[in-house]
Each structure stands twice: as structure tokens, then as C-alpha cells.
């Protein structure tokens, strides 16, 4: 089974400008609008202080939100390894400890080691940059080390719209440009607006590419999250040249299109494979209702019919309930949100108290979200990099184990989080 992220046999970064110390602390007051825990339950109350967006709605079950605080007291340095990037949106370790790193606008970079910041790799395909859209996420091969094959998400213009597309690509032994570049799949249909487009690109462990799209937003497109003739709201496999795997679970039914794995999301720009080989996705609620979800094939996660939190303007949203017969309940949801983007498990040694953690990048929420599980359960959280207050787009496990996240800003940086 590949190791999810894939380990890397390289020295660590070397040690840039701006380095800082903290140590890992949760918030310790009970969250308003919500019941406390039970005596003796949590040794730190949940970490959410605010009222919910959806104050009358209820969890399915106990731990579905506001979980424990956890405060695992690791301490850890933090340093800037490189400033200066544009609007970054991915980034992927390599072996010699330097990162490929996606910039919106349609750049693609390698920040060296050093933290020098290369020019921009040629051949990258012209994106839609407007609003959410642009070079999103960027995925090296199962085979990387042998065939150099990356596989990358962009917003693609259309002469009737836009939509979210991935493609292969060989990167150039100097690793200057992309060479043999081919658009491998393309969601459908295409629509004319700039939001919502997902999206993360995996190499799955049974070696097929998995995506994530967005259901676009509107009122208009909302619904195609639960039709199957459409990609949006979905999660689709393909196999790495971008045909459909006879096994996918809607191949062959009519009306369907074979490319879905998963249906019923509503913007997933945060996506991961745990050591046991399960692809857990966390997805973009409206004022409330981002969710943690264990994907499972064929299963319906429920947008738009299916849902926590309110509209943006503050009503209901319609037509929706939090539960549903047949559709899967989310395993966690935050209500105030996150807005998750970007997620690692750790499975590395560099911080054994937190090995088997789930990682989540905050935008608005400003922080990086450690989740424990047991099971496929949600046991507690912890929030870390608060002080820091900036917009965390993705963060990956690289050498020898440490972290590494990247900011979502005109003037982005990578930081390299290491043991103290």
C-alpha cells in the first residue's frame, strides 16, 4: 500500500529566516449556545466559544461537533522557508527536500532547499484565475521517482464557460518545464461563474486518481450535486491515463456519469488517504456545516438536501434537513466553520504525540486544525498557529516528518513546522 503522501528520503529543509518557537495550547472555556460536557468527560472543553450559525439544530450523535479540547504539548518551531509567492495554492515535497508549489494566477514553482524561489516551470496550461478559480492542486505520481509524472487541478476556460480539469504531466529532468502535457479529464458540464471549483487531486493506493469538485454555488448548479449526470458536487476516480475503472460503482447505470465515486458535496478543497488506505474528504459549509467525511464508494454525502448551518444571509437552507434517510451523516462538522483547505495525515517520527493525527488548514478561521481519532470517530481537537492569525491553504508532511504549510495571500509564505 503507498504510504499516503509519500514518505521522503531526503534531508530536511535547511533552517530559514523567521524562525519562532510555540508550543502546541487549546482554548480551556465551554463553548456558548451549547451544553458542556459531562463532568469528567473532557479534560478541555471544546474549543468553540460562539454560538452556532444553526442554534436549533442538534449532532446525530455525541461527538459529531464541538469535540473534546486537546493540548498536546508539543513544542516545535516554526520558520519562514520562502516569501514572495502569489496567491500559492499546493504544495508537494520532493525528494531532495525542495517543494513544487502551485500559484493561482497559473504559475507553477519549485522553492529549492534554501528557500530560493525558482521561475516558473513552462508548459502549464491557461487558467481561469478569476475568483476562486486558477491552478489549484498539484499531485506527484505513484511512480514519481522513476517517470517524474505530476498530475495537477486547474480552472479551465471554455468557450461556454469554464470548469475544473486535471491533467498529467512529465516535469523536465532540469525541472524547468512540463513536457507531454494532456487534460485527462474534464467536469462537465461547463458553467459561466468562479467559485466552487473543489479541488484535490490524489494517487490513490489502488493507483487511481482521485477529485474533488465543487457543485459551483449558484442556486442554479446546487442541485447537480445530486444529479448524476453531472459532475458537480461529486468525487470522481479515473484511472491515471483518465479512462473510467470498470469498477467504479455507477459504470453501466443510465443517466450516470462513470467517472463518480462519491455524491452530494458541496465544495471539497481538503482531501486526504489515512494509513489504512480510507479517503477522508472535509468540505466548505455555507455559515456553518463544514464537514469532516470518511468517503465510502457509491454513498451520498448529501448537499444540497442534507445539510448543517444556515444560508450566508441567515435563513434556512431550503429545502434541507441535517438528516436524511440514505445519505450519510458527516463523521464531524463545525458550526461556526473552519474553511477547511488542505489536509496530512501525520504518520511521521519527528512528532510522535502526534502520529495518526489529521491535519486541516484554516482560511477564515486562521489556524491549522489537529484532529484525533479513534476509529472513525472524532476524539478531540486542537488548534495550533492561532497567534500567527494568516489564511493556511495546504499543508503536507515532508522530510523526516515535519510539516509544512503555505499562506493564501498576494505575498504567500511556506513555513516548515519542526520539532524544537
Known amino acids: ?13 535547511l533552517a530559514a529566516a523567521a524562525c519562532t518557537t510555540q508550543t502546541a495550547a487549546s482554548g480551556d472555556s465551554a463553548p456558548a449556545g451549547s451544553e458542556p460536557p459531562a463532568s469528567g468527560q473532557c479534560a478541555i472543553a471544546p474549543l468553540e466559544t460562539r454560538d452556532p450559525n444553526g442554534a436549533s439544530q ?20 516554526v520558520a519562514v522557508v520562502a516569501t514572495g509567492l502569489v496567491k500559492p495554492w499546493s504544495i508537494e515535497p520532493l525528494a531532495d527536500g525542495s517543494i513544487l508549489v502551485t500559484e493561482k494566477p497559473g504559475r507553477m514553482r519549485i522553492v529549492a532547499a534554501n528557500g530560493t524561489v525558482g521561475e516558473p516551470i513552462a508548459g502549464v496550461p491557461a487558467v481561469d484565475p478569476k475568483g476562486q478559480g486558477g491552478l489549484l492542486d498539484v499531485e506527484l505520481g505513484p511512480n514519481f521517482a522513476s517517470d517524474r509524472t505530476i498530475f495537477f487541478s486547474f480552472t479551465e476556460p471554455r468557450q461556454d464557460g469554464n470548469g475544473t480539469s486535471v491533467a498529467r504531466a512529465v516535469l523536465s529532468a532540469d525541472r524547468t518545464r512540463l ?28 493507483g487511481m486518481i482521485y477529485v474533488t469538485l465543487g457543485e459551483r454555488s449558484s442556486l442554479e448548479t446546487r442541485p447537480k450535486a445530486q444529479d448524476m449526470n453531472s459532475h458537480f458536487g461529486k468525487i470522481v476516480r479515473i484511472a491515471p491515463d483518465g479512462t473510467v475503472p470498470q469498477d467504479n460503482p455507477f459504470v453501466g447505470q443510465q443517466g450516470a456519469r462513470p467517472e463518480i465515486w462519491s455524491v452530494g458535496h458541496r465544495n471539497v478543497q481538503a482531501a486526504a488517504f489515512d494509513p489504512q488506505g480510507r479517503l477522508w474528504e472535509i468540505e466548505h459549509g455555507t455559515r456553518g456545516g463544514d464537514e469532516l467525511n470518511l468517503v465510502t464508494k457509491g454513498k451520498n454525502y448529501g448537499w444540497p438536501l442534507q445539510a ?10 431550503p429545502n434541507s434537513s441535517t438528516t436524511r434517510e440514505g445519505m450519510e451523516q458527516p463523521v464531524y462538522y463545525w458550526d461556526p466553520v473552519i474553511a477547511p483547505s488542505g489536509a ?27 484532529l484525533e481519532l479513534e476509529g472513525d470517530r ?7 498557529l492561532v497567534d500567527r492569525a494568516k489564511r493556511i491553504r495546504d499543508v503536507k508532511q ?15 509564505e511556506l513555513w516548515r513546522i519542526s520539532p524544537r
Open 398 to 412: 515532508g522530510p523526516n516528518g515535519h510539516l509544512y504549510v503555505i499562506t493564501d495571500y498576494d505575498n504567500g
Open 344 to 370: 496530512q495525515w501525520y504518520t511521521g517520527s519527528a512528532f510522535p504525540a502526534w502520529r495518526g493525527s489529521l491535519f486541516v488548514g484554516g482560511l477564515n478561521s486562521t489556524r491549522l486544525v489537529r
Open 378 to 384: 472524532v476524539k478531540g481537537e486542537e488548534h495550533l
Open 179 to 206: 513536457e507531454n502535457v494532456q487534460v485527462i479529464f474534464r467536469a462537465m458540464p461547463s458553467f459561466t461563474n468562479n467559485m466552487h471549483y473543489g479541488s484535490r487531486v490524489l494517487a490513490g493506493p489502488d
Open 1 to 13: 500500500m503507498r504510504t499516503p503522501r509519500r514518505s521522503i528520503l531526503a534531508a530536511a529543509l
Open 308 to 317: 448543517y448551518g444556515i444560508e450566508y444571509n441567515g435563513s434556512p437552507i
Open 58 to 77: 442538534k449532532p446525530a450523535f455525541e461527538g459529531q461537533t464541538r469535540a473534546c479540547g486537546l493540548r498536546s504539548g508539543v513544542a516545535f518551531d
